[in-house]
């Protein structure tokens, strides 16, 4: 009697595992769209109608990677949150830091794979209950350390420095990513002033516009909409609009130097202003609040959020630079006779 060979029994989570392992493999390789089928099958070493089988289409492929990859963020933040139990409120930051600073070395490859993925959600809804859950595993190990508004805020701010970093140029420096961070879990009191600058006196009038000052010795205190309406309406032939109830715009020879936009639930009152390229560059670097413009060109505008962080004298500096670089583009006539009005460099 010839004994029969035993049979082969494939275990078919593992070849799941396996065909999800590869496919975020093919996306660190290829994108998103450079998934298919074939590839994926080569890449694990399978037949391709084993991923066919598993996986029938490729939307089903990549949900599989994302829930992956959700679940290893699960364990690594559980591991985390274990080694940092007795972490205080002042070595949370840096410790943050930390973990940012690994997302672009030994993390790097995997990181831009997990943002791909998350980023997919905005045009594959079926992703995002998955995508969710990245915000919400984050919240909660934050939470263990704070309360979870601040940790929602926080999430929020390594997400976004994570992301500004993976798609950039160049990752933020370690230091600045601490003080933002430190920003945002730290409270700061109403109506105080940035470390290293005075507060302003209750009913001190607010800073008329000047020619810049190079000593730094500016007082910071918050400038609100209305301090920006005040220093815009002071420039010669200036004049507010309003288009909508969640924006204001401030003309001069009918171009537009200013939008300012009040503050929402999402955030913080901002105006945005002309600025000359090289200089726009150099506020972004020194004020963390000073961004790359949301109308027009970003080359050519500034976003100032008012949150304080930026000296008022600097911002009624940064307006009427602005108002200097609208008025350089007018007719020539307009443009003569403004300038005689409000002499300055543009």
């Known amino acids: 009697m010839i004994a029969e060979k035993p049979v082969r029994r494939r275990d078919p989570r593992r070849r799941i595992e396996e065909i999800a392992a590869a496919t975020e493999k093919v996306i660190a390789e290829h994108g998103i769209e450079g998934v298919t089928h074939r590839l994926v099958a080569e890449t694990a070493g399978v037949p391709l109608g084993a991923t066919t089988y598993h996986f029938a289409t490729k939307g089903d492929l990549i949900t599989a990677a994302l829930r992956r990859a959700v679940d290893r963020f699960a364990v690594h933040l559980d591991d985390w949150t274990a080694r940092h139990a007795d972490l205080d409120a002042e070595r949370l930051p840096d ?10 070395d030994s993390r790097h490859g995997r990181q831009t794979v997990e943002f791909e993925l998350y ?4 045009r594959r809804p079926e992703l995002r209950p998955l995508a969710e859950q990245y915000t919400e595993l984050s919240v909660q190990a934050l939470s263990h350390h704070t309360d979870p508004l601040t940790a929602t805020a926080t999430a929020a701010a390594m997400s976004g420095l994570t992301l500004r970093g993976l ?6 420096r370690r230091e600045d990513v601490t003080r933002v961070l430190r920003r945002v879990l730290t409270p700061v009191p109403a109506g105080a002033g940035t470390a290293g600058y005075a507060p302003t006196p209750p009913g001190s009038p607010p800073t008329r516009p000047h020619p810049r000052r190079t000593d730094h010795a500016y007082r910071t205190a918050l400038v609100t909409p209305e301090d920006v309406a005040e220093y815009a309406l002071a420039l010669p032939e200036a004049t507010e609009h309003e288009p909508s109830r969640t924006m ?3 003309k001069t020879g009918g171009k537009i130097f200013a ?11 901002e105006v945005a202003l002309k600025c000359d390229p090289a200089l726009a560059l150099h506020l972004r670097e020194q004020y963390p609040a000073v961004r790359p413009g949301r109308y027009g060109s970003r080359h ?4 100032v959020i008012l949150d304080g962080t930026v000296p008022d004298e600097e911002i009624a500096d940064m307006i009427e630079h602005s108002w200097h670089r609208t008025v350089d583009q007018l007719p ?5 006779r403004l300038r005689e009005l409000r002499p300055g460099r543009s």
Not at 167 to 172: D, F, N, Q, Y
Not at 332 to 336: F, K, Y
């Open 95 to 104: 410790a943050l830091a930390d973990v940012f600073v690994s997302c672009f």
């Open 119 to 122: 980023l997919a959600a905005l």
């Open 167 to 172: 798609a950039g140029t160049g990752a933020p």
């Open 248 to 250: 204001r715009l401030y």
């Open 259 to 269: 939008v300012l936009t009040p503050a929402t639930a999402a955030r913080p009152d």
């Open 300 to 303: 050519l505008w500034n976003t």
């Open 332 to 336: 020539e006539a307009d443009r003569d």
